[in-house]
Protein backbone atom coordinates (compact mmCIF):
# COMPACT_ATOMS: atom_id res chain seq x y z
CA UNK A 1 0.00 0.00 0.00
CA UNK A 2 2.92 2.62 1.12
CA UNK A 3 3.79 1.86 -2.77
CA UNK A 4 1.12 2.39 -4.38
CA UNK A 5 0.62 5.49 -2.47
CA UNK A 6 4.52 7.03 -3.12
CA UNK A 7 4.51 5.93 -6.94
CA UNK A 8 0.38 7.35 -7.59
CA UNK A 9 -0.62 9.57 -5.00
CA UNK A 10 0.58 12.73 -7.58
CA UNK A 11 -1.50 11.11 -10.48
CA UNK A 12 -4.33 10.90 -7.94
CA UNK A 13 -4.16 14.56 -6.69
CA UNK A 14 -3.85 15.58 -9.94
CA UNK A 15 -6.70 13.89 -10.76
CA UNK A 16 -8.61 15.14 -7.93
CA UNK A 17 -7.75 18.87 -8.88
CA UNK A 18 -9.15 18.21 -12.62
CA UNK A 19 -12.23 16.92 -11.58
CA UNK A 20 -12.57 20.11 -9.69
CA UNK A 21 -11.57 19.89 -6.44
CA UNK A 22 -10.68 23.00 -4.62
CA UNK A 23 -7.02 23.06 -3.49
CA UNK A 24 -8.32 23.59 -0.01
CA UNK A 25 -9.62 19.93 -0.38
CA UNK A 26 -7.81 18.07 -2.32
CA UNK A 27 -6.10 16.50 0.62
CA UNK A 28 -8.97 15.32 2.58
CA UNK A 29 -10.07 14.11 -0.60
CA UNK A 30 -6.68 11.84 -1.68
CA UNK A 31 -6.14 10.60 1.63
CA UNK A 32 -10.08 9.33 1.25
CA UNK A 33 -9.30 8.09 -1.88
CA UNK A 34 -6.54 5.89 -0.67
CA UNK A 35 -8.39 4.88 2.12
CA UNK A 36 -10.64 3.54 -0.11
CA UNK A 37 -8.26 1.99 -2.03
CA UNK A 38 -6.87 0.01 1.13
CA UNK A 39 -10.56 -1.68 1.61
CA UNK A 40 -10.69 -3.05 -1.76
CA UNK A 41 -7.08 -4.02 -2.43
CA UNK A 42 -7.57 -6.91 -2.35
CA UNK A 43 -10.14 -6.57 -5.38
CA UNK A 44 -7.63 -5.33 -7.66
CA UNK A 45 -6.93 -7.07 -10.68
CA UNK A 46 -3.54 -7.20 -11.24
CA UNK A 47 -4.15 -7.83 -15.05
CA UNK A 48 -5.86 -4.56 -15.63
CA UNK A 49 -3.86 -1.05 -15.26
CA UNK A 50 -4.12 0.30 -11.91
CA UNK A 51 -4.53 4.16 -13.14
CA UNK A 52 -8.14 3.71 -14.16
CA UNK A 53 -9.23 1.83 -11.14
CA UNK A 54 -7.49 4.54 -9.07
CA UNK A 55 -9.41 7.22 -11.19
CA UNK A 56 -12.24 5.34 -10.47
CA UNK A 57 -11.74 5.43 -6.91
CA UNK A 58 -10.81 9.63 -7.18
CA UNK A 59 -13.63 10.30 -9.88
CA UNK A 60 -16.51 8.60 -6.94
CA UNK A 61 -14.68 10.66 -4.10
CA UNK A 62 -15.24 13.87 -6.22
CA UNK A 63 -18.56 13.08 -7.09
CA UNK A 64 -19.63 12.83 -3.78
CA UNK A 65 -17.98 15.74 -2.33
CA UNK A 66 -20.00 17.63 -5.47
CA UNK A 67 -23.28 15.74 -4.69
CA UNK A 68 -22.59 16.77 -0.48
CA UNK A 69 -22.85 20.27 -1.42
CA UNK A 70 -19.55 21.19 -0.22
CA UNK A 71 -17.44 24.22 -1.81
CA UNK A 72 -16.88 23.85 -5.37
CA UNK A 73 -14.28 25.59 -6.14
CA UNK A 74 -12.36 26.10 -9.53
CA UNK A 75 -8.66 23.96 -9.62
CA UNK A 76 -5.59 26.47 -9.28
CA UNK A 77 -3.05 25.95 -11.14
CA UNK A 78 -0.12 24.16 -9.52
CA UNK A 79 2.55 25.47 -12.32
CA UNK A 80 6.02 23.55 -12.24
CA UNK A 81 9.18 25.87 -11.60
CA UNK A 82 9.84 26.48 -16.17
CA UNK A 83 13.08 26.92 -17.26
CA UNK A 84 12.06 29.08 -19.88
CA UNK A 85 13.77 32.67 -20.09
CA UNK A 86 11.36 34.33 -21.52
CA UNK A 87 8.52 35.58 -18.81
CA UNK A 88 5.78 36.16 -21.89
CA UNK A 89 6.20 32.41 -22.16
CA UNK A 90 5.87 31.62 -18.38
CA UNK A 91 2.72 33.94 -18.04
CA UNK A 92 1.43 32.85 -21.49
CA UNK A 93 1.21 28.52 -20.31
CA UNK A 94 0.31 29.80 -16.78
CA UNK A 95 -2.48 31.11 -18.70
CA UNK A 96 -3.78 28.88 -21.00
CA UNK A 97 -3.15 26.01 -18.00
CA UNK A 98 -5.91 28.10 -15.98
CA UNK A 99 -8.06 28.58 -19.17
CA UNK A 100 -8.14 24.65 -19.26
CA UNK A 101 -8.54 24.23 -15.51
CA UNK A 102 -11.54 26.96 -15.50
CA UNK A 103 -12.87 24.98 -18.64
CA UNK A 104 -12.49 21.60 -16.99
CA UNK A 105 -14.51 23.05 -13.67
CA UNK A 106 -17.63 24.13 -15.82
CA UNK A 107 -18.06 20.34 -17.00
CA UNK A 108 -20.62 18.15 -15.42
CA UNK A 109 -18.33 15.60 -13.56
CA UNK A 110 -19.47 12.23 -15.44
CA UNK A 111 -18.64 14.22 -18.56
CA UNK A 112 -15.91 15.97 -17.01
CA UNK A 113 -14.13 12.21 -15.57
CA UNK A 114 -15.07 10.55 -19.10
CA UNK A 115 -12.85 13.33 -20.89
CA UNK A 116 -10.09 13.45 -18.63
CA UNK A 117 -9.12 9.87 -18.83
CA UNK A 118 -9.53 9.52 -22.29
CA UNK A 119 -7.87 12.83 -23.43
CA UNK A 120 -5.28 13.40 -20.67
CA UNK A 121 -5.17 10.22 -19.56
CA UNK A 122 -5.35 8.59 -22.30
CA UNK A 123 -6.78 5.55 -21.28
CA UNK A 124 -9.00 3.38 -23.51
CA UNK A 125 -12.68 3.51 -23.81
CA UNK A 126 -13.24 0.14 -22.53
CA UNK A 127 -11.38 0.58 -19.42
CA UNK A 128 -13.33 4.20 -18.59
CA UNK A 129 -16.30 2.58 -19.19
CA UNK A 130 -15.73 -0.55 -16.80
CA UNK A 131 -14.13 1.76 -14.62
CA UNK A 132 -16.81 3.95 -14.00
CA UNK A 133 -19.75 1.71 -14.26
CA UNK A 134 -21.09 2.93 -18.03
CA UNK A 135 -21.31 0.95 -21.26
CA UNK A 136 -19.01 2.03 -23.74
CA UNK A 137 -21.43 3.87 -26.20
CA UNK A 138 -22.37 6.14 -23.19
CA UNK A 139 -18.89 6.66 -22.70
CA UNK A 140 -18.38 7.52 -26.21
CA UNK A 141 -21.42 9.87 -25.67
CA UNK A 142 -20.21 11.66 -22.41
CA UNK A 143 -16.72 11.97 -24.53
CA UNK A 144 -18.89 13.85 -27.71
CA UNK A 145 -20.34 16.22 -25.02
CA UNK A 146 -17.62 16.65 -23.03
CA UNK A 147 -15.95 17.97 -26.53
CA UNK A 148 -18.69 20.54 -27.11
CA UNK A 149 -18.84 21.64 -23.71
CA UNK A 150 -15.18 22.43 -22.86
CA UNK A 151 -15.09 23.85 -26.34
CA UNK A 152 -17.53 26.26 -25.74
CA UNK A 153 -16.55 26.77 -22.38
CA UNK A 154 -13.02 28.08 -23.45
CA UNK A 155 -14.26 29.88 -25.89
CA UNK A 156 -16.88 31.69 -23.06
CA UNK A 157 -13.89 32.20 -20.91
CA UNK A 158 -11.42 33.40 -23.73
CA UNK A 159 -14.12 36.09 -25.04
CA UNK A 160 -14.51 36.96 -21.10
CA UNK A 161 -10.74 37.71 -20.89
CA UNK A 162 -9.95 39.48 -24.27
CA UNK A 163 -8.83 36.80 -26.33
CA UNK A 164 -9.25 36.24 -30.00
Known amino acids: MRDLFQEHAGYVWSTLRRLGTGREDV???????????HVHLGEYDRARPVKPWLFGFAYRVAQEHRR???KRATPAASEPVDT???ADEIVARAEDRQLVLDALATLDIERCAVFVMFEVDE??????????????NTGYSRLRLAREDFAAAVKRLRARRGDK
Open 84 to 86: QPL
Open 68 to 70: NGK
Open 27 to 37: EDLLHEVFLRV
Open 123 to 136: IPMTEIARTVGIPV
